[in-house]
Each structure stands twice: as C-alpha cells, then as structure tokens.
C-alpha cells in the first residue's frame, strides 16, 4: 500500500465532507480570550474539551504541567512514543485567543460562531492558532487511521496564554527538557508569503518594547500666557524621534543596522515571490539598499506603536508637561539584544537629547532565532513538501514576526521548522479573522505528506532524495 498517498486521500476526504469544518466550529465556539481575566475557564474548557479527547483517541497520553507563572494558563503535554530508535517530532500549538471585539465584526459574522463564507472560514481563531493547529492533528489522525501508527514519536507541547506572552514557557522547557527532548521541531503559526504556495520559515525576528518619555513638569499651562516659555515635550519627544529613523524610516542608531544580511540569505529571500498582503505596500519606505522582502525577513525595523501628549481626544488651549511614544524594535539574528537599549540612550545623548528618558517594557521580549539554511531536517521537510504541493515551497531564514521560538532553538536545542497555515490577509487579531479554505485543505495535505515521509524514513532517517 502505497501509504503516502493513501494518507494524503484521506484527509482530503475528512475536508471534503466537511469533517475539517465540523471540528473547527466546536474550536472557535470556545471563547478563549486569553487577555481576558476573567476568561480563565475558558482556557481550560478548550483543552478538555478540543484537544485532550482527540489526543486521547489517537493513542497519546496527556498530562497537564505546572505553570510556574501566577499568571500563565497550565501547558498540556501529550506524547505518542512507539519505539525508542524512530525519530521523534516535538511540535507545538495555542489555543487562546485575543479578544474578539464581536461589535466590529462585518454584518452575519461572529468571533466565536464559525461562519462559511466566500471560500472563507470566519471565526476569531481561525488562522491563529485553533486552524492551523487543528491541520496538523488531523494530518497525524490520517496518517494514524491508514497504517495503525505513526511510524514516529511524537510529543506536542499545548498552552494558553501565547496571546499574552507565552508566561511559564521558558521555565517549562526548562524543567522538562529531557521530557521535551526531540530530534526535530515542527509547528505551525503565522502567514505565508502566498495564500497559494506554502511557506516554511526557520526562526522569528526578535522583538522589544520600550517607552520614550519627556516628563518636564506637573500639569499643563496656558499655550497664551506660556508659550515660548515653556519648552514643549511633545515637540522634543517628536525630534528625538527623527534622529531614530531618517524621513522613510531607515534606522540611524549604528548598533541597529545590523550586519548578518549574508549572501545566502539576500539569495534564498531573493527567490521568493512578492509579499501578498491583500493591500498595497509601501515600496518608498524603509532601507533604500534593500528589497522589500530583505527589509522585513533579513534587516531590523522600528515603528512607534503610540504617542501620547496633552489629551488627544478633546484638546485644549495648553502646554503639557508630559509627552510618551511607545515603540518597538524588531531585530533579526546579529543584533545583540542587550544593547538594544543601551545603544538608544548612547544615540539619544549624542544628539543632545538627554532629557528624554527610556524605559523598557518589562516581560515582551522575544530573542532573534534562524536555523542554518543546510540543516539536513530542513532538506527534508522542503523535499517532503515539494512533493506533495508539486513546486517549492518559499522559504524563510525568519518570519518577520516574534514567536517564542527561542524556547525551542535554545533552550531546547532543537532545530525549528515552522510550516505556517495562514496568510497576510487573514484579519489576525483584528475584526472579520478567517482562514482561506483552499490554503487549509492544501496545508492539510502537505502535513499529510510530510508526517507520511518522515514515517517513511523510519529510524534509518534517510533524506527523501537518498530513498528515492
């Protein structure tokens, strides 16, 4: 029996029949808004209610571990071992969600009523996290029901509070390294590049926060009596700004222009094809040596999040005393995150700008991570893909986004190897959030593939073009 493809035409059945669709709709009724307080039972219900039962079924023992985090959900980890010397795969999925904000949602959609619409599945959770991971499952369950195992080990490590920072990640990788010990990382989160191609990337961009304050005095003044007296901080605050970035927003702090742009990296970002973000890009924006894929995927980006002076929504005839913008650096492999802030302040006080003061965000900050381009699971997991999906798959040395993947590459010591179900487009984190169902029923098929090849390869591990 030739099992790949057997594998392959039955998760293509459990799409079709609507199985796939079934299943996402008990996911996202579940409102699991995890920057919600008071949501908690919630969270829980989504594991015991969406994941442990299917685990269950599929022959893995699960086990729910202590966050160590007051504030964090608890983790499940559920573990499917069948012979010590195959390989074995750890992966990884969350199941919470942001808020989902129902009264901004187009007319006949929900956040947590699943709705089939336009090729579209609408429902917060949809593309992040409760569809994509929901992909990967039900790969494992095809491949389980056509030959009765895996023919791998397989651990998952499940939360629910990635929405808020991922509390207790770290520490749990940290306790349970050794039960956490895999020969390979493979998960599923963010977008493609193409709604059409499927898109593998290595690593994440990390990612700080930080405020920048000018605090000069208590209260506001009259603008007329005061005016040219007083130093305004709004004003200072914006010109500490421009010497951050230039006019188009190319980064001016030295230690942030980073010098890990190698030539195997322009070269795999200059084979991909054009961002598709559903709306325009700014091709005007941004480091002027670069393409538009080597500025958000190989180079470091600022942005100021939001600014605040006097009061924004009903301003009045005064000088304030207080001016705060809040931003955010997000950085590839090569910079060094310590000196991230350090090097601002050095910036700040070069060009006369003392009085502005820095203050880092306490608790959301990613690492930078990326996987060597020639690692041999790579290969593999391109190989695997290509040939399911028929062509290359696009590939990344980091996501332009933050994960905590760094849990996994370094704490882990694995190498990673995130397959994305999702696109640019898919309205995450915002209003009208959906997955495109052509894109899942071809992810669904490719994981297929993938988990039938890595069974294929057995505990021999041979790369896919050596079996041939």
């Given at each position: 029996m030739d099992i790949h493809k057997a594998a392959r035409e039955l998760s293509a059945l459990s799409f079709d029949t609507g199985q796939f669709q079934s299943d996402l709709a008990d996911m996202v009724?579940?409102?699991?808004?995890?920057?919600?307080?008071?949501?908690?039972?919630?969270?829980?219900?989504?594991?015991?209610?969406?994941?442990?039962?299917?685990?269950?079924q599929m022959g893995f023992a699960c086990e729910f571990l202590?966050?160590?985090?007051?504030?964090?959900?608890?983790?499940?980890?559920?573990?499917?071992?069948?012979?010590?010397?195959?390989?074995?795969?750890?992966?990884?999925?969350?199941?919470?969600?942001?808020?989902?904000?129902?009264?901004?949602?187009a007319k006949g959609l929900s956040p947590f009523t699943l709705v089939d619409k336009d090729d579209r599945f609408y429902g917060r959770g949809s593309a992040d996290n409760k569809g994509q991971h929901l992909i990967n499952l039900m790969a494992l369950s095809s491949l389980l029901k056509v030959q009765g195992k895996l023919g791998f080990n397989f651990k998952l490590l499940f939360e629910m509070g990635e929405e808020i920072g991922s509390p207790g990640l770290k520490e749990i990788c940290q306790t349970h390294k050794i039960r956490l010990s895999a020969d390979v990382f493979i998960a599923s989160d963010g977008p493609r590049i193409?709604?059409?191609?499927?898109?593998i990337f290595t690593g994440t961009r990390g990612g700080i926060n930080f405020?920048?304050?000018?605090?000069?005095?208590?209260?506001?003044?009259?603008?007329?009596?005061?005016?040219?007296?007083l130093a305004d901080p709004a004003q200072i605050l914006a010109h500490a700004l421009a010497v951050i970035t230039d006019v188009r927003g190319q980064i001016k702090v030295p230690e942030w222009r980073p010098d890990s742009l190698k030539p195997e990296i322009r070269a795999v970002l200059a084979?991909?094809?054009?961002?598709?973000?559903?709306?325009?890009?700014?091709?005007?924006?941004?480091?002027?040596?670069?393409?538009?894929a080597e500025r958000v995927f190989?180079?470091?980006?600022?942005?100021?999040?939001?600014?605040?002076?006097?009061?924004?929504?009903?301003?009045?005839?005064?000088?304030?005393?207080?001016?705060?913008?809040?931003?955010?650096?997000?950085?590839?492999?090569?910079?060094?995150?310590?000196?991230?802030?350090?090097?601002?302040?050095?910036?700040?006080?070069?060009?006369?700008?003392?009085?502005?003061?820095?203050?880092?965000?306490?608790?959301?900050?990613?690492?930078?991570?990326?996987?060597?381009?020639?690692?041999?699971?790579?290969?593999?997991?391109i190989a695997s893909i290509e040939k399911t999906y028929g062509a290359t798959p696009d590939l990344l040395p980091n996501l332009g986004g933050s994960l905590p993947n760094d849990c996994f590459a370094e704490v882990l010591g694995l190498?990673?190897?995130?397959?994305?179900?999702s696109y640019a487009g898919c309205c995450q984190h915002a209003p009208n959030e959906h997955m495109?169902?052509?894109?899942?029923?071809?992810?669904?098929?490719?994981?297929?593939?993938?988990?039938?090849?890595?069974?294929?390869?057995g505990a021999k591990f041979e790369l896919i073009e050596e079996s041939k």
């Open positions: 009724v579940v409102p699991s808004e995890s920057q919600d307080a008071a949501a908690s039972e919630h969270l829980q219900n989504y594991v015991d209610r969406c994941i442990v039962p299917r685990l269950t202590e966050n160590l985090k007051p504030e964090g959900a608890p983790f499940l980890l559920a573990e499917r071992i069948e012979a010590a010397d195959l390989p074995t795969v750890l992966s990884y999925g969350h199941g919470d969600v942001v808020s989902g904000h129902s009264d901004q949602w193409s709604p059409d191609t499927p898109t405020d920048l304050v000018v605090n000069l005095r208590d209260g506001a003044h009259h603008s007329g009596n005061f005016g040219g007296l084979a991909l094809q054009p961002i598709d973000a559903g709306f325009p890009l700014d091709a005007e924006w941004g480091e002027v040596s670069l393409t538009m190989g180079w470091n980006s600022f942005a100021v999040l939001a600014m605040k002076s006097g009061n924004p929504t009903a301003p009045v005839n005064a000088i304030s005393g207080y001016a705060k913008a809040s931003c955010q650096l997000r950085f590839v492999v090569g910079t060094d995150p310590g000196d991230i802030v350090p090097a601002l302040r050095r910036h700040l006080d070069i060009h006369g700008f003392s009085q502005v003061e820095v203050v880092q965000a306490e608790g959301n900050s990613f690492p930078a991570t990326r996987l060597e381009l020639n690692h041999p699971w790579l290969s593999f997991v190498p990673t190897i995130w397959i994305p179900h495109l169902k052509p894109l899942a029923r071809q992810a669904l098929l490719c994981m297929t593939g993938l988990f039938a090849d890595i069974a294929l390869a």
